[in-house]
């Protein structure tokens, strides 16, 4: 709980932050990819009429020199009022006639300029002899001027076609291209920033969440986050995460509760004892005996108390690693070892495959706390302790029994023996702390199955867990199916 509040409480950037980066970021990349496209279009469009208008110019310039060459043409031939004229004069071109001194004989409109150039152009010989020139500034407009001799010194035909006009086109497409890049980067931006407040605004709610748990320390908080992308998955994660958490924080309340409650017992007999062996000499030897032999069963009781305590503390943690296990192999072994402790014939039969994915240090302290607790409530028994393993009991499940034949369980006993410290009333009179079968159930949880215990029929108790993967590997299973008979789902305490 305290690292969870440390992370919680570093300082970290400002959602509203992401937020902005995310919609500038988002108007960068839109005014980058706008502004490329705009100068690539507009330079091509520029780049296509540009060479339109230059073969339209060309080609009527070589219509021009065409016509001279092949007919005997004379200034008067190319005037305005002269019929057919327009076939030297297409849409948007303007013509002006000169005679053979480079006079201008038929005005162009406006009228064009005539310079050295174009004077001895039409002082040629040869028909068809061209002068061109780029760029002159005609009344303000540009235009672009060819001088083409109509042969024998008769004279020359000006051909001129405004460029001006073409540029202040592609200028207002400029203009417009502009306006358009800042309009569509604006609408970027916006746009930027209502998907970045959309997808922060459950953000904003998981980290409130999660500001709310570090200020208040309370696990038990519900995250209200929706939706079934990485956000929605966070927020489902965050939401499992806390829950885990205030469980795990419970069962720590509830295991001190529970230990203090069940350890201020053997304290307080150790204390009026040691109290009483300040007059130990006083006593009588029968009473000293008595008194050290109960000091030593009292300390014994704690330090089995203790252990189990750190046992049980232990198989809630997954430090052990898992492994492939045969369940078989481990009862073996846990048989093995109660023959010698206890002097009793354990007998060890098995079915089926008994090999799960498993933490095998748990699962011999579960089946050793089983047979302990039957060797405890079947001390004189001359019938041997059985485990039986079988397997499958379901796909992908192990089942562990512990069969005795001592007094058995009383049925108002059959639904809290698996509890923490519970003890039967017939049983508080036995060494014990009632834990042993608490660590079962949590090693049978552990491995997504459950614990149970019923009575035997001919006497006896049956009492044994069920388990499969270990959580974590697979998805936590719910108890086992089947029952040999009333209660089996929970168990008598050691």
């Given at each position: 709980m305290g690292r969870l509040a440390r992370l919680l409480d570093r300082p970290r950037p400002r959602l509203s932050s992401l937020r902005t980066t995310f919609a500038v970021s988002f108007a960068v990349v839109t005014a980058a990819v706008t502004v490329l496209v705009g100068i690539l279009?507009?330079?091509?469009a520029a780049r296509l009429v540009r060479v339109d208008q230059q073969s339209v110019f060309?080609?009527?310039v070589q219509d021009v020199r065409d016509e001279v060459r092949r007919y005997h043409l004379m200034p008067a031939d190319f005037t305005s009022s002269r019929p057919g004229h327009e076939l030297v004069r297409p849409n948007r071109t303007n013509v002006q006639v000169l005679g053979a001194h480079g006079e201008i004989v038929d005005h162009g409109a406006p009228p064009l300029p005539v310079t050295a150039g174009d004077k001895s152009v039409a002082a040629a010989a040869t028909a068809g002899r061209t002068v061109e020139y780029k760029d002159v500034q005609v009344e303000g407009d540009v235009y672009r001027i060819a001088t083409v001799a109509l042969g024998s010194g008769h004279g020359a035909v000006q051909v001129a076609q405004e460029f001006s006009d073409t540029e202040d086109l592609l200028h207002a497409l400029q203009q417009r291209t502009l306006i358009l890049m800042v309009a569509v980067v604006v609408a970027a931006g916006l746009c930027g920033w209502w998907l970045a407040r959309r997808i922060t605004r459950r953000l904003v709610i998981l980290t409130s969440a999660a500001e709310g748990v570090a200020r208040t320390r309370r696990l038990g908080v519900e995250v209200p986050v929706t939706g079934y992308d990485e956000v929605g998955r966070l927020g489902r994660s965050f939401d499992r995460m806390l829950g885990r958490l205030a469980q795990s924080e419970e069962d720590q309340r509830r295991l001190v509760q529970d230990a203090g409650h069940e350890l201020r017992t053997p304290l307080t007999s150790l204390r009026t004892n040691i109290s009483l062996l300040r007059r130990i000499d006083e006593l009588p030897p029968a009473t000293?005996?008595?008194l050290v032999a109960d000091l030593t069963q009292e300390a014994r009781e704690l330090t089995d108390l203790v252990n189990e305590l750190v046992d049980l503390a232990a198989g809630q943690s997954d430090t052990e690693p898992v492994q492939r296990v045969d369940v078989a192999d481990i009862a073996w072994d846990v048989a093995g070892l109660a023959r010698r402790r206890s002097g009793?014939?354990?007998v060890v039969r098995s079915s089926g495959d008994t090999t799960i994915q498993g933490r095998p240090g748990m699962l011999q302290r579960a089946i050793s706390n089983l047979v302990e607790n039957a060797t405890k409530f079947d001390r004189e028994g001359k019938a041997p302790i059985e485990i039986a393993v079988a397997g499958p009991a379901r796909p992908g499940m192990v089942r562990v029994e512990v069969?005795?034949?001592?007094?058995?369980?009383?049925?108002g006993d059959l639904i809290r023996v698996f509890?923490?410290?519970?003890?039967?009333?017939?049983a508080r009179s036995l060494p014990g702390s009632g834990l042993g079968?608490?660590?079962?159930?949590?090693v049978a949880l552990a491995h997504g199955g459950a614990p149970f215990a019923f009575r035997r029929e001919g006497g006896g108790s049956v009492i044994g867990f069920t388990a499969g993967a270990e959580r974590g590997h697979r998805d936590r299973g719910g108890p086992a199916a089947g029952s040999h008979g009333p209660g089996r789902d929970r168990g008598r305490g050691v």
């Open positions: 279009s507009y330079n091509s060309t080609q009527v000293r005996e008595e009793r014939d354990i069969l005795d034949r001592g007094p058995g369980i009383a049925a509890d923490r410290f519970y003890r039967a009333a017939d079968l608490s660590i079962v159930r949590e």
